[in-house]
């Protein structure tokens, strides 16, 4: 039975017919044969848009092949003049030889055009990115035109009038219509190349790499930081340095930065009033010696953070990107940094037991500043339905089926949390689900589709809509984005993004949690949610969940802070006495089996208090984790920044005095850093 063509890979199909035209294509000119010639050459040109459009992946396969789309633009047009040199008399080769003269020129512009692209994309490519700060004096413009950036674009839509040309002179035998068509193509290609070379003139382009650096100088030394969250990491990563962002914005007495290594990493910080430098090079990194920074706070480990460790006038130190009983929140890489801030008690004790390097006189209990947008227990759910939180943590790159619930267990505590008619069931997903274990990623697809099902049966009024969550929606997006072209390049948005406005983090805090407010309003409280955009955010989510369902990570740390019950789910294989011994965090929760048998008694103690055994033990273990409530986090995140500023510049002034008594007075020093002073904090 012959496979039907929908079961036809596409890449396959447009890779045949993109062939056969071609082959077909070549037949007609050698022949000749002026309708095949015609047929096959608009197949051509429809299945290069094809791959441009839909299948771009397969462009770097042709490439590989060194069939790219020049080559297979000059074949194209190469038939196109071999079935018009073919057709006729034997005079034809003196009549089109000014056509073929002027495809050469096109070709040549073509060229030209891509070695000018190259070279404005060099000058535009600085040294320093920068966000949230004025870097008019670089002399940042907006990007090229991306038809000009793109030479398989470029080529498909420069080269189409020729083409088209050609192939009318094809059908008609009138020559005119190829010239035509040429030195349209030729006109577009001029006026490109133009747009390139004047933005290589002096005053065009951007700063010059020793300009800019000196301009990076200039700024440290006016803006005066002295604390800086220091990120590198993979694309889905940002997460972890965008949970440490307000509160390194809420620090008193000091002038915050956010130090980042990748280019691409820029846009991905959350909104912020905090300004950010990107410093992709080494050498440009190692200025930050010289600056006044004191301190950097690091929220994850990365290759590139030896980097940066080398730098002797800096302290820093480890805060992690979340407070969880996995080995990752006691790696022997912490024993780098000068200290290791904790949550609480619980972490300062697994890093004793992990016996990893990390002395206990360098470990700092701070508690979790992000957590105090989380409200506390405000007693049983008081509406028609219980609203339960599954937020399961990821697999993770060891392979431990205990990691995640997902896999396992995912798809039998959601079908037991949906067969409570009372339940309505918040599924919020990891940003990583399935990107180390397939398996993982399709039981995260099965789970959405049972809660869609479930969706599906059940009928209910719906709020009306008053349009309040769009307006606060619209309030947020204008002032957390920046309107940018999909062809700006990290100049233009450099220039589209630089000091922000004054208030506009305030004006931001205020208007989330109005969108917050009208989110959760818009919504009918029996409709199950699968939340995975940036917003509601997790704590968000925390907030309005009477339960909370997860795995052995932070999550069940941070949801601590409430009060509010959690369960997690014990995928490890262990015993449970075992489980609730290996990771202290379980030590208040119920544990459930991968078969979800007990969902319904938890349910039961979650809507009668007095059936829930485990008030008091979540209190303890709240202290244990999170420390004490007072003073709150963000003022002992604040102390401990405070301290650790001491300790740099009395370590910088020693060292410095220690040079000066090595070098004779007559020999200038030129590693000798500026002493900064405590700057007050900007308004």
Request: glycine share 6%.
């Amino acid at each position: 039975m012959p496979t039907p063509l929908s079961r036809i890979p596409a890449r396959a199909l447009v890779t045949a017919l993109l062939v056969a035209a071609f082959g077909a294509q070549a037949v007609a000119a050698l022949r000749p044969h002026v309708p095949l010639l015609l047929t096959a050459t608009l197949v051509s040109l429809a299945m290069e848009g094809v791959l441009y459009r839909w299948q771009r992946g397969m462009l770097s396969v042709f490439a590989k092949s060194h069939a790219d789309i020049t080559v297979r633009h000059v074949l194209r047009d190469l038939l196109l003049v071999v079935g018009l040199l073919r057709l006729g008399e034997q005079q034809r080769e003196t009549l089109y030889a000014p056509l073929v003269a002027g495809l050469l020129a096109f070709y040549a512009l073509h060229c030209a055009i891509q070695a000018l692209s190259v070279l404005v994309r060099r000058t535009r490519t600085l040294p320093v990115v920068t966000r949230n700060i004025d870097a008019a004096a670089l002399r940042l413009s907006p990007a090229p035109p991306q038809l000009l950036r793109r030479p398989g674009d470029r080529l498909l839509v420069f080269g189409l009038p020729a083409t088209a040309g050609l192939l009318v002179t094809a059908a008609t035998d009138d020559p005119r219509c190829a010239a035509l068509g040429i030195a349209l193509s030729l006109g577009i290609a001029l006026v490109g190349l133009y747009d390139l070379l004047v933005r290589l003139l002096p005053g065009r382009r951007p700063a010059g790499e020793q300009e800019a650096l000196n301009w990076l100088d200039a700024w440290l030394a006016e803006y005066r930081p002295t604390v800086g969250l220091y990120f590198s990491g993979g694309a889905s990563s940002a997460y972890q340095a965008n949970m440490w962002l307000e509160p390194l914005a809420k620090l008193e007495g000091v002038r915050p930065l956010i130090v980042l290594r990748e280019r691409f990493m820029v846009p991905k910080i959350a909104p912020t009033d905090v300004p950010i430098l990107c410093l992709p090079k080494v050498s440009t990194l190692m200025r930050l010696e010289q600056s006044s920074l004191q301190v950097l706070i690091h929220p994850s480990n990365s290759g590139k953070t030896s980097q940066v460790l080398r730098i002797p006038t800096l302290k820093h130190t480890f805060v992690n990107h979340g407070e969880s009983d996995k080995l990752s929140s006691c790696n022997p890489y912490a024993k780098a940094y000068d200290e290791v801030w904790v949550a609480g008690p619980a972490a300062r004790e697994r890093y004793a037991t992990a016996e990893v390097g990390v002395e206990d006189k360098d470990v700092v209990e701070i508690g979790r500043p992000q957590l105090d947008a989380v409200r506390p227990y405000e007693g049983p759910p008081s509406g028609t339905y219980t609203t339960v939180l599954y937020a399961p943590t990821w697999e993770g790159w060891d392979g431990n089926p205990g990691n995640t619930s997902v896999i396992e267990a995912g798809e039998n505590l959601v079908r037991a949390l949906l067969a409570d008619p009372g339940v309505r069931l918040l599924y919020k997903p990891h940003p990583l689900t399935g990107s180390v274990d397939p398996r993982a990623g399709a039981a995260d697809l099965r789970i959405r589709e049972l809660i869609r099902a479930a969706n599906r049966e059940r009928t209910g009024e719906r709020p009306q809509d008053s349009g309040e969550l769009a307006l606060h929606t619209k309030e947020l997006d204008r002032l957390t984005t920046t309107d940018v072209r999909a062809g700006a390049d990290q100049v233009e948005r450099m220039l589209l993004q630089g000091a922000p406005e004054p208030g506009r983090a305030e004006a931001v805090t205020r208007v989330t949690e109005a969108w917050e407010q009208a989110y959760w309003a818009s919504l009918p409280e029996w409709e199950h949610q699968v939340v995975t955009a940036a917003r509601p955010s997790l704590y968000a989510c925390f907030n309005v969940a009477d339960l909370l369902v997860s795995d052995v990570s932070s999550v069940i740390s941070d949801f601590l802070v409430s009060g509010k019950p959690y369960a997690v789910a014990n995928t490890s294989g262990l015993a449970e006495d075992v489980f609730r011994k290996a990771f202290p965090t379980v030590r208040a929760a119920t544990v459930l089996t991968p078969d979800a048998a007990g969902v319904p008694e938890l349910l039961d103690a979650v809507r009668h208090p007095e059936k829930d055994g485990l008030v008091e033990a979540r209190a303890e273990l709240k202290r244990h984790l999170l420390g004490p409530d007072e003073p709150t986090s963000q003022v002992r995140f604040n102390e401990a920044v405070q301290a650790l500023c001491a300790a740099a510049q009395e370590h910088r002034t020693r060292m410095e005095e220690r040079l000066a008594a090595e070098l004779p007075p007559e020999i200038p020093d030129q590693r000798r850093s500026v002493t900064p002073q405590q700057p007050a904090r900007p308004a």
